[in-house]
């Protein structure tokens, strides 16, 4: 049994002038504790409680946590702002009708409740587990965007039942120029290309090099969340449509095992170019979404080697030649895009690199074949 965990960015729902000045106020003053508490020993960090912040406004369970977070953040030197968070237990859904409300205490001896704004399709059922005990509740998180309005960041869990096994897969491979590309056990391709990222890494690239250069750092650090929230964006939305792929051909998913290859060496004209460079590359964040979005959906998701999976017919097995994004086997003459081909053999994976006719190989060498060789003989070459 797997555990599904979400976080639910929900906004209060008509949160007047006063309220959000509020909360303004205690989360500056929370990030004033937080600065002082990281001012001290480690020593004494370790040993503060709740007891020795009496005199702070804020509630008990607030504080608790505040100081678990600063301890946690080891090689910080200050806060620019520490939201206010506090555990599982300290706060609680209400439902009274249609409007759903949280209630906590963020003052000492006050306790509030606060309306949301739920949109019923995308967070009605995971609230509605909450108020059921079907799922557990986690931390209680209050942030404030940059347009001034408050959130109320809610951790969920619950308990998801394993996938069924199945021997249909599809296999997605991932790259630079195609994000990723999926194909059916029937052979159908779907391809997820995203061609402007690279012009969106290369253009914030030049920005940051400008004002590196200019002392603007805080400006080259703005930049730089705002492309990697873009970037996650394009993979929340390629890892929904891959699981959806494979729910509607009722298939599980299998993806290269591609850890260790930040490692490998690039050509150094590559590793200068924002667009080309793989260290830009956001593999693991796709990879990381696919899993948890497999998992609520009920697919079952597979990792196998990626050796030798670009480089082999997804026909015949033997090793063929890749261009770019074009493929050629020489032996059966299949052609064909070299990532649709890659992804075909990751989806038919069966425990070995490549199929390989030994005696055919052999013959090729020696001039005669060798009889005493099974025709259809499995090596594995990675």
């Keep these: 049994m797997a555990t599904a965990t979400l976080t639910l960015k929900l906004p209060f729902l008509d949160l ?46 607030w504080m608790n946590q505040t100081i678990r977070n600063v301890n946690a953040k080891k090689k910080a030197k200050s806060f620019r702002l520490v939201p206010l968070e506090t555990n599982n237990q300290n706060w609680t859904l209400h439902k009274v009708g249609d409007t759903y409300s949280v209630g906590f205490g963020l003052l000492r001896g006050v306790k509030k409740r606060v309306p949301l704004t739920v949109h019923q399709s995308k967070h009605g059922e995971v609230l509605e587990r909450i108020l059921s005990g079907e799922a557990k509740q986690g931390t209680l998180r209050l ?61 914030y690239a030049a920005r940051r090099r400008r004002l590196q250069r200019a002392g603007r750092l805080k400006t080259v650090k703005r930049l730089e969340h705002k492309e990697a929230r873009t970037v996650r964006h394009i993979n929340h939305i390629i890892s929904k449509e891959v699981v959806a792929c494979a729910r509607q051909h009722g298939c599980g998913i299998r993806l290269e095992d591609l850890s260790g290859i930040r490692t490998s060496k690039q050509p150094r004209g590559v590793k200068r170019n924002a667009a080309h460079n793989r260290d830009y590359w956001p593999y693991y964040d796709l990879e990381q979404k696919i899993l948890y979005k497999a998992g609520l959906a009920g697919v079952a998701v597979e990792k196998v080697p990626p050796q030798y999976t670009s480089k082999t017919c997804c026909k015949c097995g033997a090793i063929g030649e890749r261009q770019r994004h074009a493929f050629h086997c020489e032996r059966c003459g299949y ?48």
Aim: hydrophobic share 40%; aromatic share 8%; charged share 20%.
């Design 16 to 61: 007047n002038a006063v309220k959000a000045g509020e909360f303004e106020r205690l989360q500056a003053l929370n990030t004033e504790v937080a600065n002082g508490i990281l001012g001290l020993p480690h020593e004494v960090r370790r040993k503060l409680t709740t007891k020795d912040f009496g005199h702070v406004e804020i509630g008990s369970a």
């Design 335 to 382: 052609r064909g895009h070299s990532d649709h081909n890659a992804a075909r053999n990751i989806g038919a994976w069966l425990g070995m690199a490549c199929p390989l006719e030994l005696h055919v190989a052999a013959g090729g060498v020696h001039g005669t074949p060798l009889s005493w060789v099974s025709e259809t003989s499995r090596v594995r070459l990675a």
């Design 143 to 203: 942030t404030r965007s940059k347009r001034g309005i408050w959130y109320a960041c809610i951790s969920v869990s619950w308990d998801v039942p394993d996938p069924p096994q199945t021997a249909r897969f599809i296999g997605v491979d991932r790259g630079q120029n195609h994000l990723a590309v999926a194909a059916t056990p029937e052979g159908t391709p779907r391809f997820w290309t995203f061609a402007r990222i690279r012009q969106i890494r290369k253009h």
